[in-house]
């Protein structure tokens, strides 16, 4: 459940991007996508991680590594999957639990999280698989005998379908015309 001050932070995201809708065409250019994409982000990161307690490196070496808080829920991504889709902006509900997810955090070093920002941008790979894909062990509070059981992170699965037709469509959101004639709307 969103709390008053995360529910104002999601509100404001929510009006935002319906607001902009008209502009999300078959003819986004990418500054138009990048300035509606940064306003989702910007509300997101305004309400502060919610650590899950994992991490990719084990306690006992925190202090020696530049850490850093990954939200792997890719706020500037996860907009533009809100905007291909509009449901999402149909119910506020909906809405507020995609943004809670955002918001969630697994704690890794710097170097880790620079190799995961450039396998957004160059490779197919998932979001659920991003952590898996480069050989990342997740630890349950960086303790070596609690390890997550499955490596693959917990992703709605119409998310994970609507990365697949980004990748296909050259990392663009689905609306953009890319000359891929099998991108069918959200779930086509």
Known sequence: MIRDREKEYALTA??????????????????VERSISRVFYDQVFSTGPVKTKWSTVLSQ????????????????????FIMDCP???????????IFAACRKTIYITKDQ???????????????????KHLGYTIYVNGDPNNVLEKPELEVPSYYTDWENKT???????????????NLVGCFG
Not at 14 to 31: C, I, P, Q, V
Not at 171 to 177: E, M, T
Request: hydrophobic content about 35%; proline content about 5%.
């Open 14 to 31: 929510f009006n935002s991007l319906k607001a902009n809708m008209y502009r999300w065409t078959k003819d986004l250019d990418s500054h």
């Open 61 to 80: 070496d925190w202090e020696y590594n530049v850490m850093c808080d990954d939200h792997y829920m890719a706020p500037q991504t996860v907009c533009k």
């Open 87 to 97: 449901f999402v902006l149909e119910d506020f509900n909906i809405f507020s639990d």
């Open 113 to 131: 999280n620079e190799e995961l920002k450039q396998l957004t941008k160059k490779e197919p790979v998932v979001t659920r698989d991003r952590y």
């Open 167 to 181: 990748h296909a469509n050259g990392f663009r959101p689905i609306v953009v015309d890319n000359n891929s004639p």
